[in-house]
């Protein structure tokens, strides 16, 4: 089954304790990308990467890495999470790029206290 | 880089009814243009899609419009039903990129 998996799916952590969230996908995907939810806001991208080794800023970077040393993982890192972090996290992929349909993972909800 | 605005941000309708979202684009190399729909609680959806070489596009009670021209596109839900109401975001995409509006939060009200 093609899909896109996130891990933790819920997390509730401190504040300055370093945390990663992974992603992973089954599709062969070259194009991945983080995108934070918040009310309001709709989904804002943090970081995108078109292939392996090769990611970019999104709109939202800031407190955030990234790493893409395998195809199907993308992980997210917050070396120093803070409560402003809290926040409803998407992992996406699809093939190529732009121009293409992009699955979610199913979310991962974190709180930072 | 892409910068996608979407209105209205809440839409209540009756039952019935038809609605209508409206995104605009500001990158005119976006050539794709795909609606998501995200129930409470739940991942976004695709529910349809556009390409720039298309004028319009319908599935079932889903229309998307898209103008080139005016940078402008158009999700058109008639007959609604309870089961539309959730959260509806509108994109674009360039060669290498998506980027979303804000979202509309569709209420239907039996």
């Known amino acids: 089954e093609a899909q896109v998996t996130q891990n933790p799916r819920y997390l509730i952590t401190v504040t300055g304790k370093k945390l990663t969230v992974t992603c992973s996908q089954n599709?062969?995907?070259?194009?991945m990308s983080w995108y934070r939810q918040d009310p309001g806001l709709g989904l804002r991208q943090i970081y995108y990467?078109?292939?392996?080794?090769?990611?970019d800023k999104g709109d939202v970077p800031e407190g955030y890495k990234v790493s893409r040393k395998e195809k199907r993982n993308f992980p997210l890192i917050l070396e120093s999470p803070s409560p402003n972090q809290t926040s409803l996290y998407f992992c996406?992929?699809?093939?190529?790029?732009?121009?293409?349909?992009?699955?979610f993972g199913e979310g991962s909800w974190l709180t930072v206290v | 880089g892409e910068n996608v605005e979407q209105h209205p941000s809440t839409l209540s309708v009756q039952e019935g009814d038809s609605a209508v979202i409206k995104c605009t684009y500001s990158d005119s190399a976006s050539n794709y243009f795909p609606w998501y729909k995200q129930e409470l609680g739940k991942r976004p959806q695709l529910i349809i899609d556009?390409?720039?070489?298309?004028g319009e596009k319908k599935d079932q009670r889903i229309a998307v419009t898209l103008n080139k021209t005016a940078k402008h596109f158009s999700l058109h839900i008639t007959e609604t039903q309870p089961e539309d109401s959730a959260v509806y975001f509108c994109a674009a995409s360039p060669a290498y990129d998506m980027r979303f509006g804000a979202g509309t939060r569709l209420t239907v009200k039996p």
């Open positions: 599709m062969n995907h070259e194009y």
């Open positions: 996406a992929s699809s093939s190529r790029g732009g121009g293409n349909t992009i699955y």
């Open positions: 556009i390409r720039s070489n298309v």
């Open positions: 990467s078109m292939n392996v080794e090769v990611t």
